[in-house]
């Protein structure tokens, strides 16, 4: 069964500083990897997804993620963040089946 | 604009009660899911459904069950609510094939609480 850790549940950052979100995902099958933002009292908006090709994937709003199959890894960068990229980071993976698992969340502050 | 629609925004139960959350969408979509979000524990899937009159566990259905009769239509029930069972409920669709066959679909929620 597939499952996904976000390791970090907080992740403080002064804003103008580089930020990285961590995500790890386990499964024996390939699979389609994403992340999703939630801001303050919205829904989910997909920020990028991995499906297969080039594993570094740009995203919205600056965000870039990278895929690497060795260490089951899909982290989230942003080399400068803003007060507005404050919210909640979710990564995702999902399987052949349309099954699609979140990881518990990483929330991002901005401090200015 | 696909469009997910979820009957209620908020829902105010009591313990016992047997609760029906609706979600309709408007696109066709053969998968439909739905998903409970608390905080700290992100989004966990509770049951998705892949064609009409077909189900599958997610994660977490215990005190749950669902109901797909119609392709648009994907409910979920709680049978006999519990304290446990307050929580917001996504309701969510993706296409089985399509060019945004990636891309999840998402309702605007339902904040239901138990009392």
């Known amino acids: 069964a597939q499952s996904v850790t976000q390791l970090d549940s907080q992740v403080p950052v002064f804003e103008e500083a580089p930020v990285e979100l961590r995500c790890n995902y386990s499964s024996s099958v390939s699979v389609y990897l994403f992340w999703y933002v939630q801001y303050p009292n919205q829904g989910l908006q997909l920020l990028l997804k991995y499906l297969s090709g080039s594993t570094l994937v740009k995203g919205i709003n600056g965000f870039e993620a990278e895929f690497n199959k060795s260490q089951t890894s899909f982290h989230l960068r942003k080399p400068s963040v803003h007060i507005s990229d404050t919210a909640e980071y979710f990564c995702a993976v999902m399987d052949s089946s349309y099954k699609l698992i979140f990881g518990s969340g990483t929330r991002l502050l901005v401090r200015p | 604009d696909v469009k997910v629609t979820q009957s209620s925004r908020y829902l105010v139960k009591r313990t016992g009660e047997k609760v029906f959350l609706e979600c309709v969408q408007d696109?066709?979509?053969?998968?439909m899911f739905w998903y409970r979000q608390d905080p700290g524990l992100g989004l966990r899937l509770i049951y998705f459904?892949?064609?009409?009159?077909?189900?599958e566990k997610g994660d977490i259905p215990e005190g749950y069950s669902v109901s797909r009769e119609k392709k648009e239509r994907f409910s979920l029930i709680l049978e006999s609510a519990s304290t446990n069972q307050t929580s917001m409920y996504l309701c969510a669709s993706i296409p089985t094939a399509g060019s945004s066959n990636e891309k999840l679909f998402f309702g605007s929620g339902t904040q239901l609480s138990v009392l």
């Open positions: 459904s892949y064609d009409v009159k077909m189900k």
């Open positions: 696109m066709d979509h053969e998968n």
